[in-house]
């Protein structure tokens, strides 16, 4: 420690929630490279709102797992970033901080929830940023704003210190302008953690160098289904056909359990977070409470002025998915559909390498456009099964639709970090 | 189908004020969400997933607690090292 | 009106830390707030890692208690709001506990032994405490300590076969031996023990009290229960199937009514912790010998009665103290100290580890010599007793006995007081030489009373013979 980065650019896009201006950073591979973390990250000393009124003022004692390691790769940590609400969004637009804009296309929203951390690393300001991908809030953002963005395999990076939406498949990753900075990112934050009892303890990350020809790809039909942007869609095909070129071999393949992955991340997601976001009651931490009100009262009330209406709409449908007589019918039977998705993939893996789709069926939308919840819940139905089944997935930027960057999406096996970023290099550099 | 009395008491379980004119709001978005969720009536059920992972553990080992300033820290008006919280009687 | 109780006991287990995370559970001489972390407060981001101490001393438990042990269990989050809750969730076991079924072979009132099974056993972490505080509407509000949040606690449910609050204080105590026994909890640490009570009398609704925060209140407060439930049958009024509150200092229950209490616990696998495949352990897990054991080897060892041996085994302690002192004279040592000394402790609340060995089994060895009567041995004990609860250095028995002029007066010392009582009680002189009953005993009191309890009764009652015989 004892360098300082200054940090005073201007934030033009709202990607920032919080900007340290004056940022300590030590010696090592980070050193000196200043890194955004999103504000669902906890940072000792550094306010931590998740995007949200409930948690104003919230400072941790304590540094997540990512962070120290963060730390201790000397990067120079100069903000965290906006987001989506408890990360509940696909726009970052649920945010109490106002929207972030796409530097893309500053009419645009980012994507979310990771909306800020891609915004910063899309426009400049970072070389490389921390997002958490819970159904695809690494890998949407990077699709929209053009950037890469990994999702590690759940139980890769420690989860110690993520505030939780949805426990069982949330992962912190990187976000970065090329895979080789991405792979940096990741490679200093993967490692196991006792901490975090889902943690996995395995080998460090590979050296990074390209690698493609002779993967064998599977490209499932309902990566292609209904609901894809064709323009997108065209892009994408493009960009499997030259996956193709560098000597891959592409194989057409079927994944009948996309039916059902989306309702399945949804009533998991929220059926977890309603559990997870019991805590913000104002008493321990955030914003205080009213003393004046008895405890139920004055819950019931933090909770309505704290939370934003996504927060409180998934609370509440989560509520109800475990309530007394709905859990047979939507808990449980998400939890057999989540392992009929694991199936699948597992049934693919035989014979595959790793998958290849888009990473979202259409791109960046204007602001203020999405009001639907389900509508824009469907927008995550190509990204949510790797979540579901905890594979590590990630998007590299494949080229353009109506002006407007996409991603292309490539799901490995398992503990594949490794193949899938150098698949993605490969990709990348045969683009150039 | 749930009704607007459904989403009131799930609201009082799930301890979040909703307002009347809200209810309305919820109760529609609900059942569109609920009606796309009938899409896993058709999932069987199955026999329990094999867990992942089993038997995750630490020793008996005592840790450092947190400092009592940085315990109180974040909440609002403690009182003789105590956190306060409104009444429950 | 045939009542059917059931009964669910808290037990803390003596853990060096709490269930899911490092902080010491060694928390009740400090101050609030003070063994608390970012994972027992609750803090955004922080994640369970279990002891794996504590789910050895559940498992211990389990194999005393006779459970099965299923091949999978697994955590599970009990959602629900308290200020004492900092997660707005319990973890706790819910379908898939750590042990079912098992028994505790329980006193009966016959002297006999009734069999009282076990639903199951499982873990769960203990919520905080609350302080409340202020007065009026607006003026009242809670205070919270975080320390014992998340502290380990296992609970064991039995079936509804307990038909007494007798019974179920009986029940109790045997469960509590055997969990010291164990050496899993300890006695001493105050609400280490809590229990709620399901209550019923047959063919009518059940009803659930909770709060019982000592072992000691359970009688109370069931009959209490018991005494409300019949009174309103009586008087034709219906008991509701309700959960009421036990106020320990009023010795009542009332109802816990308020919609603030309406649950729905949405009970769900938790996400963090992965399940436990652990059933087999228990082969491996050695027990100590348990208090019907130690009471079979009481009674071979030391030829005492059963009676006595099952009282001195129902506290590990006492026990150990029995043990201690027993080799030389368990003849003596049995009652003296099981019906003695234990009336004396209870008398003053003191625990039997505080009594001083070498003082008790000095003066168990007066007794055996016969060097005082019994009425002043216990005096003797009394003043050790009071000594060592007034934080005073105690007495030698031989000291106190030089002091107070104790030695057992024989002889012709006693023959003279008789002869003098005789003379100042000519009417039950009379009395006795009539043949009247109790006349004697009479005499023999006032003998009692002119030695302070230093002649021996039977003595007496001799020397009074051979007297009134001349
Ligand atoms: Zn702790």
Redesign the pocket.
């Known amino acids: 420690m004892g360098s300082r980065y200054s940090f005073d650019n201007p934030d033009p896009h709202n990607a920032f929630i919080t900007i340290c201006r004056e940022a300590e950073y030590g010696e090592g591979p980070l050193s000196g490279i200043p890194v955004a973390v999103k504000d669902n990250i906890s940072t000792a000393g550094i306010e931590t709102t998740c995007g949200s009124n409930i948690l104003k003022g919230y400072i941790p004692p304590y540094d997540a797992h990512v962070i120290t390691h963060l730390r201790s790769a000397g990067a120079a940590i100069v903000g965290k970033t906006n987001m989506d609400e408890f990360g509940m969004g696909t726009t970052t637009e649920s945010s109490a901080f106002g929207p972030t804009l796409n530097p893309a296309d500053p009419t645009r929203a980012p994507g979310g929830s990771s909306g800020g951390s891609a915004a910063a690393v899309a426009s400049g300001m970072v070389q490389m940023a921390l997002g958490t991908d819970t159904g695809g809030s690494i890998r949407c953002p990077a699709s929209f704003c053009g950037i890469v963005g990994l999702k590690p395999t759940y139980g890769r990076v420690s989860r110690y210190g993520l505030i939780a939406y949805a426990n069982s498949m949330e992962q912190i990753g990187p976000l970065a302008g090329n895979v080789r900075d991405c792979a940096l990112l990741y490679s200093v934050i993967a490692g196991y953690d006792p901490r975090d009892g889902t943690s996995l303890d395995l080998p460090a990350p590979a050296p990074l160098k390209a690698e493609i020809a002779g993967k064998r790809i599977g490209v499932p039909a309902e990566f292609f289904g209904e609901g894809v942007d064709p323009a997108v869609a065209k892009t994408v095909q493009s960009g499997i056909d030259r996956l193709e070129g560098l000597g891959a071999e592409i194989i057409s393949c079927s994944m009948p359990s996309m039916q059902y992955a989306l309702a399945a991340y949804y009533v998991t997601s929220m059926s977890e977070a309603s559990s997870n976001l019991g805590r913000y009651d104002g008493v321990r931490y955030g914003t205080a409470p009213d003393f004046v009100r008895s405890w139920h009262d004055a819950y019931s009330h933090i909770r309505k002025s704290g939370f934003g209406e996504e927060v409180r709409r998934r609370i509440l449908l989560g509520s109800f998915a475990l309530s007394a007589g709905y859990q047979g019918k939507y808990y449980a039977k998400a939890q057999a559909a989540r392992q009929m998705v694991r199936n699948d993939f597992a049934r693919l893996f035989e014979t595959v390498d790793m998958l290849a789709g888009p990473t979202m069926p259409c791109v960046a939308l204007p602001l203020g456009e999405t009001s639907d919840p389900l509508s824009m819940y469907l927008a995550d139905i190509l990204t949510v099964p790797a979540n579901l089944a905890g594979v590590p997935a990630i998007s590299v930027p494949c080229g353009t639709a109506h002006n407007l960057p996409v991603g292309l999406q490539l799901i490995g096996k398992h503990r594949s970090e490794d193949e899938i970023l150098s698949a993605a290099l490969a990709f990348e550099e045969g683009s150039v | 189908m749930v009704s607007k009395e459904d989403v009131a008491h799930i609201a009082t379980i799930a301890d979040i004020g909703v307002d009347e004119s809200e209810l309305d709001l919820f109760t529609g978005q609900f059942n569109a969400i609920l009606d796309y969720f009938d899409v896993l009536d058709s999932v069987p059920i199955g026999g329990d997933a094999a867990p992942l992972r089993k038997n995750v553990f630490r020793d008996d080992e005592v840790v450092p607690?947190l400092s009592h300033d940085e315990v109180l820290m974040n909440a609002t008006d403690p009182e003789d090292g105590f956190i306060r919280a409104p009444r429950v009687i | 009106m045939t009542v059917i109780i059931g009964l669910e006991i808290h037990c803390q287990l003596n853990t060096k830390t709490?269930l899911f995370?490092?902080?010491s559970t060694d928390y009740r001489d400090d101050g609030p707030n003070t063994?608390?972390?970012?994972?027992?407060?609750g803090l955004p981001g922080t994640l369970p890692v279990t002891n794996k101490q504590a789910v050895l001393y559940a498992l211990k438990v389990a194999k005393a208690l006779h459970c099965k042990v299923p091949a999978f269990s697994e955590f599970a989050r009990k959602n629900y709001f308290y200020p004492d809750l900092p997660k707005a969730f319990q973890i706790t076991q819910y379908d898939k506990p750590l042990a079912l079924g098992g028994y505790i072979d329980n006193e009966a009132e016959n002297g006999g032994e009734k069999r009282v099974e076990l639903t199951r056993i499982h873990m769960e972490e203990d919520p905080g405490r609350l302080v409340h505080k202020g007065s009026g509407d607006r003026g009242r509000y809670t205070l919270v300590d975080y320390n014992r949040s998340?502290v380990p606690l296992i609970e064991i449910v039995t079936e509804p076969q307990l038909s007494s609050p007798k019974e179920a204080r009986r029940f109790l105590n045997k469960l509590r031996a055997t969990l010291e026994y164990l050496g899993i909890y300890d006695s001493e640490r105050e609400g280490s023990l809590r229990v709620d009570a399901n209550i019923s009398i047959k063919g009518y609704e059940r009803v659930e009290v909770k709060n019982i925060t000592s072992y000691k209140g359970v009688e109370k407060a069931l009959t209490f229960e018991i005494t409300r439930q019949k009174g309103m049958i009586r008087r034709n009024a219906q008991i509701v199937r309700e959960t009421r509150h036990y106020q320990e200092a009023r010795g009542v229950t009332t109802s816990a009514r308020s919609k603030e209490m309406e649950h729905d616990y949405r009970y769900f696998p938790e996400p963090d912790l992965a399940p436990l495949e652990v059933s087999s352990w228990v082969d491996e897990i050695p027990l100590p010998e348990l208090p019907d054991a130690r009471r079979d080897r009481f009674v071979q060892q030391y030829g005492i009665s059963q009676n006595h041996a099952r009282t001195l085994t129902g506290d590990l302690k006492l026990a150990e103290f029995f043990e201690e002192i027993a080799s030389d004279m368990p003849e003596i040592a049995a009652p003296w100290t099981a019906d003695i000394l234990l009336g004396e402790l209870n008398y003053r609340d003191m625990p039997v580890t505080k009594v001083p060995v070498p003082h008790y089994g000095a003066l168990l060895l007066e007794v055996k010599k016969g060097s005082v009567t019994d009425t002043s041995a216990v005096e003797i004990l009394r003043l050790i007793l009071n000594q060592v609860m007034e934080g005073q250095q105690p007495e030698m028995p031989g000291e106190i006995i030089a002091r107070l002029g104790l030695s057992k007066e024989k002889g012709d010392s006693i023959v003279d007081t008789v002869a003098s009582v005789l003379r100042e009680n000519e009417a039950a002189v009379a009395d006795h030489r009539a043949g009247k009953a109790g006349a004697i005993n009479f005499l023999v009191g006032q003998v009692m009373k002119a030695t302070r309890g230093r002649a021996d009764p039977k003595e007496i009652a001799k020397i009074i013979a051979d007297l009134l015989k001349e």
């Open positions: 607690s | 709490k995370c490092g902080c063994h608390v972390c970012p994972i027992c407060l998340g």
